[in-house]
């Protein structure tokens, strides 16, 4: 028997016994549309992270406090804060720097009119849209001079518009930061969320005004530090080490007061968690695969118990064991290869689902697409086998007594 009368005959039997078939291939199906659907998911959300970071700024160095010890313990990252604004002009004097901007950060109660809302307030200077790579889509950011003056000044981004004015210009009018006036003078582009932190629900206005007028402190919550270029990034950051060290006097025994994160840690680390993530979702869909595997051997095994007599009669009539073999082994993979093509299908429907109804990113590419359709036919070949061979093994004689 030719290989095409082969594969005729696996869709006679699959046809022959269409609801057995579908509910064999459903595991495969699962499984296949699970693999895909996850990676998809995965590999968009890394994208998406990827995204997000790089939009935080370009080269950036990211500057926090130091932890605390009490009693040889550790008081958790941030306890101890000694991050001043003398700290950034001494960073900024590096070659390696392009830009240096202060922050700290709070939340404010913003009135307007009648209206009241509770949103992020975040002090820092004009280099802030150059460092952070953020634009102002109406107006214009505070300038040096309003800094250095501590001028009651605000840019604000569209959420708090949003929330604020309805149908009139929020440039020139002027709102009160925990009852303290502020003149609005710009209004940010959207950037969207960064996880949970909502980038267009924020205020900025000066550092100095922040801190002399709203948070009281001395200290900066945190350092941006932009490096002039990717090659740069390194002498940046040791220039910044350099220089904290030197701004706080500490001796050469002594341990940083201070952490220095670079942007491509974060990214680095952001896309190792969701590569982890990704792989283990998959590996746990993977396991319907096998699940499927042992439904087409069942199947397979129940064939070849009730087309015993079939086998019989085509062993008497001169074919071979390798024959026999051949075609129940091609009805696996049969089996396998639809529900391969199913599932991916419906993978794909599911990663496009979850992307347009639920608002997650996904990235369908053809490499799970590959993967599934090769482990399909893998499990097919596998789980066949061993029916195939139980079935080539029959003797003719025994096979035409069976009933």
């Known amino acids: 028997m030719s290989f095409l009368e082969s594969l005729r005959v696996s869709f006679r039997s699959i046809k022959a016994n269409g609801l057995r078939s579908v509910l064999t291939m459903l595991g495969i199906i699962i499984g296949v549309a699970a693999v895909i659907a996850m990676v998809a998911i995965g590999e968009g959300t890394s994208a998406s992270v990827a995204n997000q970071i790089n939009g935080l700024g370009s080269n950036l160095l990211i500057v926090s406090p130091g932890q605390a010890t009490q009693g040889r313990v550790s008081l958790g990252a941030g306890s101890l804060n000694t991050l001043t604004l003398a700290d950034a002009e001494k960073i900024a004097e590096s070659e390696a720097v392009s830009g240096v901007a202060p922050s700290v950060n709070g939340r404010a109660q913003i009135v307007f009119g009648s209206n009241n809302y509770s949103t992020m307030l975040e002090g820092t200077t004009e280099s802030f849209p150059d460092v952070r790579n953020v634009q102002v889509a109406d107006g214009r950011f505070f300038s040096n001079f309003e800094v250095r003056k501590q001028m009651n000044v605000a840019v604000v981004g569209t959420e708090v518009v949003n929330n604020l004015f309805t149908g009139s210009s929020p440039i020139g009018q002027t709102i009160q930061i925990n009852r303290i006036p502020f003149s609005i003078i ?96 998959s590996g746990i869909a993977a396991i319907s695969l096998i699940v499927g595997g042992i439904g087409v051997m069942n199947i397979m095994l129940v064939s070849v118990t009730e087309r015993t007599r079939e086998i019989g009669i085509r062993k008497a009539i001169g074919a071979k064991k390798r024959d026999i073999m051949r075609q129940f082994l091609i009805e696996a993979v049969t089996l396998s290869l639809i529900g391969g093509v199913v599932g991916i299908l ?48 029959l003797k003719p004689i025994d096979a035409l007594r069976y009933e």
């Open 346 to 393: 419906l993978g794909i429907g599911a990663a496009l689902g979850v992307s347009k109804l639920g608002g997650m990113a996904t990235a369908i590419t053809i490499s799970p697409i590959l993967y599934a359709f090769l482990t399909s036919t893998i499990v097919g070949v596998v789980f066949g086998v061993y029916p195939a061979r139980k079935a080539a093994q």
């Open 186 to 281: 710009g209004v940010l582009k959207s950037q969207g969320s960064s996880g949970m932190t909502n980038n267009d629900d924020r205020i900025l206005i000066p550092v100095t005004t922040a801190m002399s007028r709203l948070t009281g402190g001395k200290n900066v919550g945190t350092i941006y530090v932009s490096a002039a270029s990717a090659n740069d990034m390194e002498k940046a950051q040791q220039d910044t080490r350099n220089a904290l060290r030197s701004q706080h006097s500490l001796r050469p025994n002594e341990a940083d007061d201070f952490r220095i994160t670079s942007q491509s840690d974060i990214l680095s680390t952001a896309q190792e968690v969701s590569s982890s993530m990704t792989t283990l979702l």
